[in-house]
């Protein structure tokens, strides 16, 4: 039995709401407590904030699961998997939301404010200009059961405002240490619309106090919303619902994108589906994601979802924005790709050499060749959807015709090169060291070293003037067509 000392188990969540597609910060705040809870043998709740109708979708939703999916993230419970505290999308729980809501108003915690929005907006511009604090006045605060009634005979609307306490809030951030709020600057705050929609700022709290969520771990751009949240769990505890917990937070530093500006939702580079199309591993990503604000050591950046996990812990996060840097996520998702053992770099291509992604005609495709120039690409890419490009010389008809490859290593006396080229590698052994010599042989004959000399043969025969080792190439893709693509070439330059 556990004693009444010993911390309550691990209990942490993930919570989108399935608005547009997923982005990067997302994904970082998932890995974040998805990790935690690893490392602590505790427990994810995957929860789907979805109580926006206007600016949820299923799509979005979908969405959200599959990449979940392919991220490689288990959770504890959520969709797909239910667990104690279902449903776990909040649009299916709104009559506990309305209970809520109506347990607050009756204790006291919140009550109902007719302010109409031009009245709330006037008084905020008249407080803005005495220099006094612009949130809400508490105005509401105290009616009389007349002021109610008349508000009601006019017909007024109103909404349900949870009522902050007097005091400051202090609560000791896990990534920020102390923080303190006054209460001028966390004023009574809107909890139900006047429709009866409850608001985030009701349902996620409570659905963290039925959860038991012990740990919120989330982005710095809702620490705002903080002490209100700690405000409205302790009313929540007080009036028992839910476990009569406060979640412990640690706020997770900025990510910033280009010219040092906050990356945005709407930044092309902070798209998941922009990472998984490109071909990035979903270990590479979330290795480089993990960095963002946390790092395994001082000398090592690449590194398994394995040991992210042994060593993760909240009180390593660093408070400082982090730098989104593309090129940095490439290079760690290229150490990823070469990690892979063959056979699982080929199986990770797969997708990359069929429709929509492969130009060639599927019948076209030669898996032993493939598999034979495989290990000399591993080494060689940065997302996987480079391979067709590599590969593409053996299964077209034709090579890739790309004019400023053509252009560059066209020159003149190209033709000549080509033509000694040409004879050479037809005498030759059809292995790569021999065709390797029978190119460098045909470059002394025209003064020409090894790179020079190969560089015309290359085009000619890929397209393109980088791929992969040119004569490993030419010895998969054989004699024949090696030269009558060097053919072809002599002819397009004679004419
Ligand atoms: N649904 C909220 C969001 O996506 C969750 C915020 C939180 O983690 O508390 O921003
Ligand atoms: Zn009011």
């Known amino acids: 039995m556990a004693s009444a000392s010993s911390p309550a188990p691990v209990r942490v969540r993930f919570c989108p709401s399935p608005t547009g597609n997923p982005h990067v910060g997302l994904v970082r705040t998932a890995l974040f407590n998805w990790a935690f809870a690893r490392h602590h043998g505790g427990t994810l709740v995957f929860r789907i904030e979805d109580t926006d109708a ?24 959520g969709p797909e998997v239910g667990g104690p505290h279902a449903p776990y999308r909040q649009s299916q729980r709104m009559d506990i939301y309305a209970d809520v809501a109506d347990k607050l108003l009756e204790a006291g915690h919140a009550y109902r404010c007719y302010c109409t ?3 709330l907006e006037e008084r905020r511009e008249a407080a803005r200009k005495a220099g006094r604090p612009s949130g809400y006045d508490g105005q509401c605060r105290d009616l009389t059961a007349e002021r109610i009634a008349a508000y009601e005979a006019e017909g007024r609307s109103s909404i349900v405002r949870f009522r902050m306490p007097d005091g400051p809030i202090t609560f000791t951030d896990l990534v920020r240490g102390e923080l303190t709020f006054t209460p001028e600057n966390v004023t009574d705050y809107g909890i139900v619309r ?16 039925l959860m038991e969520i012990t740990h919120v771990l989330r982005g710095e751009d809702l620490l705002s919303s903080t002490p209100r949240q700690i405000a409205l769990y302790r009313a929540l505890a007080e009036i028992g619902v839910g476990g009569g917990l406060v979640p412990a937070f640690g706020h997770l530093p900025y990510v910033m994108g280009e010219g040092n500006k906050k990356l945005s939702k709407r930044d092309p580079q902070s798209s998941l589906n922009l990472y998984r199309e490109r071909g990035f591993l979903p270990e590479g990503l979330l290795n480089y994601l993990s960095l963002l604000g946390w790092s395994l050591s001082a000398d090592q950046d690449v590194f398994s979802i394995e040991e992210m996990v042994a060593a993760f812990d909240i009180d390593g996060v660093n408070a400082n924005p982090a730098r989104f840097d593309l090129k940095k996520a490439e290079a760690i998702n290229a150490d990823h790709i070469r990690m892979l053992d063959v ?13 929509p ?13 493939f598999e034979e120039l495989a290990p000399l ?51 030759a052994e059809w292995a790569a060291e021999p065709l390797k010599e029978a190119v460098l042989a045909a470059g002394e004959e025209h003064g020409l070293k090894l ?11 890929t397209g393109r003037t980088v791929g992969l080792p040119l004569f490993e190439s030419l010895e998969v893709l054989g004699r024949e067509r090696t030269l009558a693509r060097i053919d072809a070439a002599l002819a397009k330059l004679a004419a």
Not at 194 to 207: F, H, I, K, Q, S
Request: proline share 6%; glycine share 4%.
């Open 117 to 119: 929005a031009e009245e």
């Open 54 to 77: 206007a600016r949820d979708s299923e799509q979005s939703y979908e969405q959200l699961l599959d990449s979940m999916r392919w991220l490689g993230f288990d959770w504890d419970e």
């Open 377 to 427: 690409a591993q080494t060689r890419l940065t997302v996987l959807s480079d391979i067709t490009a590599n590969v593409d010389f053996l299964f077209l008809a034709e090579p890739v015709t790309d004019e400023a490859s053509w252009v560059k290593a066209m020159k003149p006396g190209a033709d000549a090169l080509l033509a000694t080229a040409r004879a050479k590698l037809a005498e």
């Open 194 to 209: 006047a429709n009866g929609a409850p608001l985030y700022t009701l349902v996620n709290p409570v659905d963290d106090a």
């Open 343 to 355: 056979k699982a770099f080929i199986e990770a291509c797969g997708p990359w050499l069929q429709a």
């Open 357 to 369: 992604h492969a130009p060639w005609a599927p019948e076209r495709f030669d898996a032993a060749a």
């Open 451 to 461: 790179g020079k000399a190969q560089a015309p043969v290359r085009v000619a025969v």
